[in-house]
């Protein structure tokens, strides 16, 4: 006898339902305030319970715990996700298992509290950005090398800081070109995969029209994974130190990294 091996869609729309089934069965019913309805056979809630809740039809449910070839839309996934209670781990499982990028909100751009304190704690220079490239939360060695503090905070961006702020000139010296297109090489596959979000649209806008190297090298599409590597720079109170950096991401919000400098 011949098996046929699920097709990934299909193993997806599987896992899909598993996943919603073990979230639903898991949620007691008299934690959500629900009347009782008579004896329940299988625990937790309902499959109309939580289409109810949803507010969705109780057919549509169904057909995504059964693994059925429907597209729920991200109103839908979200309603889903109120209703099960789900957090926000579970809520970036259901995305993907729908076929869907997890959008970005405010809560994105939140630097974790346990970060913030072991960047404060760190004698080098470190910094946590988001993929736009926004600083978020910065060290004093970090603001005494690269004066964050004195930027506004539309301005506190590492892009706009490269390629609008004079200072950086100065502080890159001689090496500033060659680090600006490193910049823009890395970010440049993540600008290409966020186009749907208008931040990156106009970030991207707004450096075009005010630095023309931005528009220039922007239009050459240099494409380079980040990471590690060193940089020598000229601090505002003179000098020249070399510094080797690393980026971390942040584990709870793999939408953030930490960058830290060492001196060498």
Same mark, same amino acid.
């Given at each position: 006898? !011949?098996? /046929?091996?699920?097709?990934?869609?299909? $193993?997806?729309?599987? %896992?899909?339902? =598993?996943?919603?089934?073990?979230?639903?069965?898991?949620?007691?019913?008299?934690?959500?305030?629900?009347?009782? =309805?008579?004896?329940?056979?299988?625990?937790g @809630?309902?499959?109309?319970e939580?289409?109810?809740?949803?507010?969705i039809?109780?057919?549509?449910?169904?057909? @995504?715990?059964?693994?059925?070839?429907?597209?729920?839309?991200?109103?839908?996934?979200?309603?889903i996700?109120? &209703?099960?209670?789900?957090? /926000?781990? %579970?809520?970036?499982?259901? *995305? #993907?298992?729908?076929?869907?990028?997890?959008?970005q909100d405010?809560?994105?751009?939140?630097?974790?509290?346990?970060?913030?304190?072991? /960047?404060?704690? @760190?004698? !080098?220079? +470190? *910094?946590?950005?988001?993929?736009?490239?926004?600083?978020? $939360?910065?060290?004093? +060695?970090?603001?005494?090398?690269?004066?964050?503090?004195?930027?506004?905070? #539309?301005?506190?961006?590492?892009?706009?800081?490269?390629?609008?702020?004079?200072?950086?000139?100065?502080?890159?010296?001689?090496?500033?070109?060659? %680090?600006?297109?490193?910049?823009?090489a890395?970010?440049?596959?993540?600008h290409?995969?966020? /186009? &749907?979000?208008?931040?990156?649209?106009?970030?991207?806008?707004?450096? !075009?029209?005010?630095?023309?190297?931005?528009?220039?090298?922007?239009?050459?599409?240099?494409?380079?994974?980040?990471?590690?590597?060193?940089?020598?720079?000229?601090?505002?109170?003179?000098?020249?130190?070399? *510094?080797?950096?690393?980026?971390?991401?942040?584990i %709870?919000?793999?939408?953030?990294?930490?960058?830290?400098?060492?001196?060498?």
């Amino acid at each position: 006898m !011949q098996t /046929t091996t699920p097709t990934p869609v299909r $193993h997806a729309r599987n %896992e899909l339902g =598993r996943f919603l089934r073990s979230r639903r069965e898991a949620i007691r019913p008299e934690t959500l305030g629900l009347p009782e =309805r008579g004896r329940r056979r299988t625990p937790g @809630l309902r499959r109309d319970e939580v289409a109810e809740l949803a507010d969705i039809s109780v057919d549509w449910y169904i057909r @995504l715990e059964q693994g059925c070839p429907v597209s729920p839309s991200r109103h839908t996934v979200d309603a889903i996700a109120r &209703a099960l209670r789900l957090d /926000t781990v %579970e809520i970036a499982h259901l *995305y #993907a298992l729908s076929g869907m990028a997890l959008p970005q909100d405010a809560a994105d751009e939140v630097v974790p509290p346990t970060v913030q304190r072991m /960047t404060d704690r @760190l004698a !080098q220079p +470190a *910094y946590v950005t988001n993929r736009l490239g926004d600083v978020l $939360h910065w060290n004093l +060695a970090a603001d005494a090398l690269f004066g964050f503090g004195d930027v506004a905070d #539309a301005d506190r961006n590492v892009f706009i800081g490269m390629f609008l702020r004079p200072a950086s000139r100065k502080l890159f010296g001689a090496g500033w070109e060659a %680090e600006a297109k490193r910049m823009l090489a890395e970010f440049r596959p993540v600008h290409d995969i966020n /186009t &749907a979000d208008p931040r990156f649209v106009q970030l991207t806008g707004r450096l !075009q029209a005010e630095s023309h190297l931005f528009a220039t090298w922007w239009r050459q599409h240099g494409i380079k994974v980040g990471g590690a590597g060193c940089k020598t720079l000229y601090p505002p109170g003179g000098g020249r130190t070399k *510094y080797e950096y690393v980026a971390l991401q942040v584990i %709870e919000n793999p939408a953030l990294k930490t960058i830290i400098y060492y001196a060498v």
